[in-house]
């Protein structure tokens, strides 16, 4: 071997050690950093996230294709959902959940906090649900096709002749095949820790198609997760189911009052259920 040879491999051995004992240092570091930065917490907790969400996407895929556009397929998703998210450590006390259970169609509203929402999603989910989305999400990759093999309804927000025509025939599809819809009537994620004002949408619906408003409220998230703040901690969350509210006899010159009406006795219960706690792990 010519000393040039020589040279070049002590030099590849050698940059090969700086990258093991680079790594090494880093494994080392990356634990210090999750325990003494929130915001690196954070952002390693949002990346493990978002990375199971797309992981379960393309597991179940296959699985979901075999009954594309149905309904039932999220009730595998919400069984891997449950038992998966537990290493999150957020627990979701249900109250009223036999509200849920109905052998006829109604418009499920909750309020939307994070897409942390996700998970209490899945712990609630009744017989039968869909879910009404912004289009956009239906090309997010494997969580959109996911999503439209579950049966999601996609609605274009940006052309409202579009979102009116998919309203209209959403009345039709929930009492020709029988399903939940879960509606988020804020429109967009609220970090703010109170609700923002409901869009009618939900509620022209319901009297639409003359079926029950069943309303649904998750506590804040606060004591536990704030974007601002940079905080993502282990935490409990209430969800409070509430009495379905008739929509029978009801016509859209209805609509303004019931959607104040449902925000209402929602934003009540969101307060009462979301006071200043300590949690058993010590979280306030």
């Not at 915001?39 to 597991?59: E, G, N, P, R, S």
Request: hydrophobic share 45%; with cysteine.
């Amino acid at each position: 071997m010519t000393e040039s040879s020589q040279l070049k491999t002590k030099m590849a051995v050698a940059e090969l050690e700086v990258l093991h004992y680079g790594i090494i240092a880093i494994l080392l570091i990356l634990p210090v950093l999750y325990e003494t930065s929130a915001t690196f917490k954070y952002f390693a907790k949002f990346v493990l996230y978002d990375t199971i969400v797309m992981c379960i996407a393309v597991f179940l895929m296959p699985v979901l294709a075999f009954r594309p556009r149905d309904v039932n397929n999220y009730r595998i998703v919400s069984w891997v959902v449950k038992n998966i998210m537990k290493i999150f450590a957020i627990k979701i006390d249900i109250k009223h959940k036999e509200r849920l259970v109905s052998d006829q169609p109604y418009i499920l509203v909750s309020n939307h906090q994070s897409s942390l929402d996700f998970i209490g999603m899945m712990e609630l989910l009744p017989d039968r649900c869909a879910f009404l989305a912004k289009r956009e999400l239906l090309w997010a990759g494997p969580f959109g096709i996911s999503s439209w093999l579950c049966g999601t309804i996609f609605i274009d927000r940006l052309n409202p002749e579009k979102a009116r025509d998919t309203m209209d025939q959403t009345a039709e599809i929930l009492h020709t095949k029988n399903i939940k819809l879960w509606i988020f009537p804020e429109g967009t994620r609220n970090h703010n820790g109170s609700m923002l004002p409901f869009k009618k949408g939900a509620f022209y619906l319901a009297v639409q198609a003359q079926i029950p408003i069943v309303p649904v409220v998750f506590s804040s998230f606060s004591h536990f997760y704030n974007k601002k703040e940079r905080k993502f901690e282990t935490g409990r969350v209430t969800a409070t189911v509430l009495p379905p509210v008739s929509t029978e006899g009801l016509t859209k010159d209805d609509v303004t009052d019931l959607t104040e009406q449902v925000r209402k006795v929602m934003l009540q219960t969101f307060n009462e259920t979301s006071l200043p706690r300590m949690e058993p792990n010590g979280y306030s």
